[in-house]
């Protein structure tokens, strides 16, 4: 089965500039996680999806921040604008509705905001 | 609320020797699971082992063992034989099953010398 993946991987942007980036899970993958890590600190949980329902977005860290899941199927997080402060690697993950399931990780979108 | 704590931001080890990464946890949920995640150099998140609470028998995959203490709430990784493929960093991760949120420690970075 294909992976999770993200799009882009890179991006360098200017303060006060948009950014978009998305996520597509794997397929039948109820459970959308984003997630930060800045500047090798810890893995900050941003939010999670449930199909296209948001079930829990208490990390995200101001309303520059937005999540979307179109028709439970791929997620964007846009961020607008953006601010030095949100440079780091953002990773997607997501996992099935059982409790074993492990999260499956896309390889991340390493945003520089300069 | 819940929290994750790795206390080893770094180990150095041996090749082929043993090593135990720590890990506790704290959470009011007694239905919860407990992951490990591998972080190489390049960046992917690689899943590696699940213990569920509930669980009578610490889990086991290849050369990676939980070795599970749940009235002490801990959780930690045990790497037999170390290979100098294992250096990378190390997670911690719990889901509670009340929400499915997963939320990640801040890491150890392991180093195996040959």
């Known amino acids: 089965e294909a992976g999770v993946t993200q799009f882009p991987s890179h991006s360098v942007i200017e303060k006060g500039q948009t950014v978009t980036l998305r996520c597509d899970p794997i397929?039948?993958?109820?459970?959308l996680y984003w997630y930060r890590r800045v500047m090798g600190k810890e893995i900050k949980f941003l939010l999670h999806?449930?199909?296209?329902?948001?079930?829990?977005e208490s990390g995200m860290p101001n309303n520059r921040f937005l999540a979307e899941r179109t028709g439970g199927t791929y997620s964007t997080l846009k961020v607008q604008p953006a601010e030095l402060e949100d440079s780091g690697v953002y990773f997607c993950?997501?996992?099935?509705?059982?409790?074993?399931?492990?999260?499956?990780f896309g390889n991340g979108t390493r945003l520089t905001v300069t | 609320a819940q929290k994750i704590t790795q206390t080893q931001p770094g180990m150095f080890v041996q090749e082929k020797e043993a090593v135990t990464l720590d890990c506790t946890y704290d959470?009011?949920?007694?239905?919860?699971?407990l992951f490990w995640y591998k972080q190489p150099s390049s960046g992917e998140m690689i899943f590696l082992i699940y213990?569920?609470?509930?669980?009578?028998q610490n889990a086991t995959e290849g050369r990676y063992s939980l070795n599970f203490q749940k009235a002490r709430k801990s959780a930690n990784l045990v790497i037999s034989a170390s290979q100098l493929g294992d250096s990378a960093m190390y997670f911690c991760a719990m889901r509670e099953s009340r929400d499915d949120k997963i939320i990640f420690g801040k890491g150890t970075r392991l180093h195996i010398l040959p």
């Open positions: 999806f449930v199909k296209e329902s948001k079930q829990d």
């Open positions: 397929s039948g993958h109820d459970n």
């Open positions: 213990q569920g609470s509930y669980d009578q």
């Open positions: 993950a997501s996992s099935k509705r059982t409790e074993n399931s492990p999260l499956h």
């Open positions: 959470t009011s949920d007694p239905s919860y699971g």
